[in-house]
Every structure is written in structure tokens, then in C-alpha cells.
């Protein structure tokens, strides 16, 4: 059964670093993209960071360039978000998708991480 | 402001048919990029519903279809029913500087 599990969510100060994590099971993790997508309460999706399936290219939305670094480790079919610098507007659902290439749908979704940022 | 733009909410009876729309420009949907489209029931993540612009995934029903032309595209949800009752969302991918993966901003459907 193909699945992604994200973890890692949770409250932060403004200022504050989270890294999230996306555990991948019943496929090779190896083969494909990955994307993190956000949605901030009662908002619509917005896509937040992209990469590519050997992690030799990795592309951000201009709201957390800079701040926020998308990762991978395919020896342990996990994908990662390094969010730092965060602010109040990056409180969100943070969710992870799978994609069989770049150009492609989002074909398989985890069930979402939440992180608030406050004070 | 979304790149795609879709209307903020469409409602049917039980069996009719909607359309849901998303308008795109010459960098992405005109462009010759892919459209799909996302299911979201309340409280739960997105579910592919409709990929490559017209293509349903395994387990889609029939009643849904996509369709491209131009800088647009539609879904269409013909014979209605009660658990169709979610928001929808188109997505496509955008050439120009500061783009790349692009949602609609959603649609909310409401099943009258």
C-alpha cells in the first residue's frame, strides 16, 4: 500500500525552526519527485518546494526561499522540510506528495502535519 | 491571488450537473502545461481526481471528467451526489520567473 506519513508538526515562536518529516512506504521512494504543499487554515493549497528524485535539483515558492530547505535521504525513503526563520504566516497543514515527474499530478498525498506559529 | 483562478463556489441539486472552471494565461495552462484537478473532502488531505487535463485514476467514478482548451480548463461533475460535497482544485505548472507548481485558489462545491 503506497503511503506517505508526515511528522515533526507542532507550535513554534516566530523566529524558530521545524524540520518535517515524510516517511514513504509500498513504492521506490527512489524514483520520484517529491513536493511539499501547504495550506494555511480556511485557505487554499499553495506549493512550497519541490525535488527531484536523486535530490539533484531542488525548487522553492518565493514566500519561504531562503528560509526554508527541502531534503532527502532515499536510503531511508524519508523526505524533509528545514523551515526556519519562521513566521506567523507559515502556519499551515504542511503535507507531502509524490509525483511520477516533474510536469505531473500530485498522485499520492500524506495525511498532513500541522505547524502553528505564535507567540 | 491565485495564478489559476477558479470561482469561489458552485451548488447543484442532487443529480444535476456542475462545471467548475480554472483560467490560466500563456505561462502555464496556454503554455501546453497539464492541468489536474484535487477532491478535498472536509477535514481530510487532497485526492488526485483528475490528471494529464481529462485522464481519471483508478477508482475515480465516470461522473467526473476535465477537459483543456486554450488558457482554461473545466471539471465537469454530472449526477450529483451528497458526497461530492467538497472543495476542488485545478493545478498546472507555470514557466514564468517566479512560478513553478501552481493551484486554483478552490472551489467550494455545495450539494443543495
Known amino acids: 500500500q503506497v503511503q506517505l506519513v508526515e511528522s515533526g508538526g507542532g507550535v513554534v515562536q516566530p523566529g524558530g525552526s521545524l524540520r518535517l518529516s515524510c516517511a514513504a512506504s509500498g513504492f521506490t521512494f527512489s524514483s520520484y519527485g517529491m513536493h511539499w504543499v501547504r495550506q494555511a487554515p480556511g485557505k487554499g493549497l499553495e506549493w512550497v518546494a519541490f525535488?527531484?528524485?536523486?535530490?539533484?535539483?531542488?525548487y522553492y515558492a518565493d514566500s519561504v526561499k531562503g528560509r526554508f530547505t527541502i531534503s532527502r535521504d532515499n536510503s531511508k525513503n524519508t523526505l524533509y522540510l528545514q523551515m526556519n526563520s519562521l513566521r506567523a504566516e507559515d502556519t499551515a497543514v504542511y503535507y507531502c506528495?509524490?509525483?511520477?515527474?516533474?510536469?505531473?499530478?500530485?498522485?499520492?498525498w500524506g495525511q498532513g502535519t500541522m505547524v502553528t506559529v505564535s507567540s | 491571488q491565485s495564478v489559476l483562478t477558479q470561482p469561489p463556489s458552485v451548488s447543484g441539486a442532487p443529480g444535476q450537473r456542475v462545471t467548475i472552471s480554472c483560467t490560466g494565461s500563456s505561462s502555464n495552462i496556454g503554455a501546453g502545461y497539464d492541468v489536474h484537478w484535487y477532491q478535498q473532502l472536509p477535514g481530510t488531505a487532497p485526492k488526485l481526481l483528475i490528471y494529464g487535463n481529462s485522464n481519471r485514476p483508478s477508482g475515480v467514478p465516470d461522473r467526473f471528467s476535465g477537459s483543456k482548451s486554450g488558457t482554461s480548463a473545466s471539471l465537469a461533475i454530472t449526477g450529483l451526489q451528497a458526497e461530492d460535497e467538497a472543495d476542488y482544485y485545478c493545478?498546472?505548472?507555470?514557466?514564468?520567473?517566479?512560478?513553478?507548481?501552481?493551484f486554483g485558489g478552490g472551489t467550494k462545491l455545495t450539494v443543495l
Open positions: 493545478q498546472s505548472y507555470d514557466s514564468s520567473l517566479s512560478g513553478h507548481w501552481v
Open positions: 506528495a509524490k509525483v511520477p515527474g516533474p510536469y505531473h499530478a500530485f498522485d499520492i
Open positions: 525535488i527531484r528524485y536523486d535530490g539533484s535539483n531542488k
